[in-house]
Protein backbone atom coordinates (compact mmCIF):
# COMPACT_ATOMS: atom_id res chain seq x y z
CA UNK A 1 0.00 0.00 0.00
CA UNK A 2 1.51 3.38 -0.77
CA UNK A 3 -1.10 5.64 0.85
CA UNK A 4 -2.41 5.66 4.50
CA UNK A 5 -5.58 4.36 5.54
CA UNK A 6 -7.41 5.09 8.59
CA UNK A 7 -7.80 1.80 11.25
CA UNK A 8 -9.59 1.35 14.18
CA UNK A 9 -8.37 -1.00 17.17
CA UNK A 10 -8.84 -1.83 20.85
CA UNK A 11 -7.11 -3.41 23.49
CA UNK A 12 -8.88 -7.04 24.40
CA UNK A 13 -8.45 -7.50 28.43
CA UNK A 14 -9.08 -10.04 30.81
CA UNK A 15 -10.78 -9.21 33.95
CA UNK A 16 -10.66 -11.68 36.40
CA UNK A 17 -12.35 -10.41 39.20
CA UNK A 18 -15.12 -7.71 38.09
CA UNK A 19 -15.48 -6.17 40.94
CA UNK A 20 -11.82 -5.00 41.54
CA UNK A 21 -11.38 -3.49 38.16
CA UNK A 22 -8.04 -5.27 37.28
CA UNK A 23 -7.00 -6.19 34.24
CA UNK A 24 -4.59 -7.69 32.08
CA UNK A 25 -4.21 -7.02 28.04
CA UNK A 26 -3.78 -10.49 26.62
CA UNK A 27 -5.28 -8.96 22.46
CA UNK A 28 -5.52 -6.28 20.37
CA UNK A 29 -8.81 -6.38 17.83
CA UNK A 30 -7.82 -4.31 14.69
CA UNK A 31 -9.74 -3.31 11.67
CA UNK A 32 -9.21 -1.02 8.48
CA UNK A 33 -12.87 -0.84 5.98
CA UNK A 34 -10.49 0.00 3.12
CA UNK A 35 -8.13 -2.82 3.23
CA UNK A 36 -10.74 -5.24 4.40
CA UNK A 37 -8.91 -6.44 7.47
CA UNK A 38 -10.33 -7.60 10.91
CA UNK A 39 -8.53 -9.55 12.80
CA UNK A 40 -7.60 -10.59 16.64
CA UNK A 41 -4.36 -11.54 17.89
CA UNK A 42 -3.77 -12.93 21.72
CA UNK A 43 -1.49 -14.27 24.02
CA UNK A 44 -2.49 -15.32 27.52
CA UNK A 45 0.55 -14.96 30.22
CA UNK A 46 -0.88 -17.49 32.59
CA UNK A 47 1.65 -16.37 35.43
CA UNK A 48 -0.04 -12.74 35.04
CA UNK A 49 -3.07 -13.90 35.10
CA UNK A 50 -2.91 -16.40 38.06
CA UNK A 51 -1.08 -13.19 39.64
CA UNK A 52 -4.00 -11.33 39.92
CA UNK A 53 -6.57 -14.45 40.30
CA UNK A 54 -4.71 -17.85 41.16
CA UNK A 55 -8.14 -19.39 40.68
CA UNK A 56 -8.73 -18.03 37.17
CA UNK A 57 -10.11 -20.46 34.62
CA UNK A 58 -7.00 -20.36 31.57
CA UNK A 59 -9.29 -23.05 29.68
CA UNK A 60 -12.37 -20.85 29.93
CA UNK A 61 -10.13 -17.81 28.81
CA UNK A 62 -8.65 -19.30 26.26
CA UNK A 63 -12.73 -20.70 24.46
CA UNK A 64 -13.70 -16.91 25.03
CA UNK A 65 -10.28 -15.24 22.80
CA UNK A 66 -10.71 -18.29 20.37
CA UNK A 67 -14.34 -17.01 19.83
CA UNK A 68 -13.26 -13.74 19.47
CA UNK A 69 -10.85 -14.81 17.17
CA UNK A 70 -13.09 -16.49 14.72
CA UNK A 71 -16.00 -14.14 15.25
CA UNK A 72 -13.65 -11.12 13.68
CA UNK A 73 -12.49 -13.63 11.06
CA UNK A 74 -15.79 -14.36 9.84
CA UNK A 75 -15.48 -18.39 10.54
CA UNK A 76 -18.85 -19.51 9.62
CA UNK A 77 -18.49 -22.58 12.80
CA UNK A 78 -18.42 -19.07 15.10
CA UNK A 79 -22.24 -18.75 14.75
CA UNK A 80 -23.53 -16.02 13.33
CA UNK A 81 -22.09 -13.16 14.67
CA UNK A 82 -19.53 -14.41 12.61
CA UNK A 83 -21.58 -13.56 9.32
CA UNK A 84 -22.07 -9.78 9.88
CA UNK A 85 -20.06 -7.74 8.20
CA UNK A 86 -16.71 -6.90 9.34
CA UNK A 87 -17.40 -3.34 10.90
CA UNK A 88 -20.30 -5.28 12.63
CA UNK A 89 -18.35 -7.50 13.66
CA UNK A 90 -15.77 -5.68 14.96
CA UNK A 91 -18.31 -3.53 16.60
CA UNK A 92 -19.99 -6.11 18.30
CA UNK A 93 -16.80 -7.56 19.95
CA UNK A 94 -15.68 -4.18 21.26
CA UNK A 95 -18.86 -2.83 22.60
CA UNK A 96 -18.30 -2.12 26.43
CA UNK A 97 -19.22 -5.19 29.08
CA UNK A 98 -19.23 -6.13 32.33
CA UNK A 99 -17.32 -9.54 31.87
CA UNK A 100 -14.39 -11.53 32.45
CA UNK A 101 -13.37 -10.62 28.63
CA UNK A 102 -13.69 -7.14 28.16
CA UNK A 103 -11.72 -4.18 25.68
CA UNK A 104 -10.65 -0.56 25.78
CA UNK A 105 -12.12 2.17 24.21
CA UNK A 106 -11.42 2.39 20.14
CA UNK A 107 -8.54 4.17 19.27
CA UNK A 108 -8.31 5.03 15.63
CA UNK A 109 -4.90 5.80 13.68
CA UNK A 110 -3.50 5.64 9.87
CA UNK A 111 -1.17 2.96 8.68
CA UNK A 112 -0.01 1.57 5.63
CA UNK A 113 -0.42 -2.29 6.18
CA UNK A 114 -3.05 -3.50 8.87
CA UNK A 115 -1.73 -6.43 9.07
CA UNK A 116 1.84 -5.18 9.90
CA UNK A 117 0.67 -2.48 12.32
CA UNK A 118 -2.00 -4.77 14.17
CA UNK A 119 1.59 -6.84 14.72
CA UNK A 120 3.15 -3.49 16.06
CA UNK A 121 0.48 -3.02 18.65
CA UNK A 122 0.24 -6.12 19.59
CA UNK A 123 3.66 -6.28 20.46
CA UNK A 124 4.00 -2.73 22.23
CA UNK A 125 0.47 -3.16 23.93
CA UNK A 126 0.21 -7.09 25.28
CA UNK A 127 3.63 -8.57 24.30
Given at each position: MSERTVYEYAVIRVVPRVEREEFLNVGVALYCKKQRYAAVKFFIDANKCRAIDPDID???ILAHLDSFQQICAGDKKAGKLALLEQAERFRWLTAKRSTLIQCSPIH?????????THQELFEKLVL
Open positions: LALPGLCFSADE
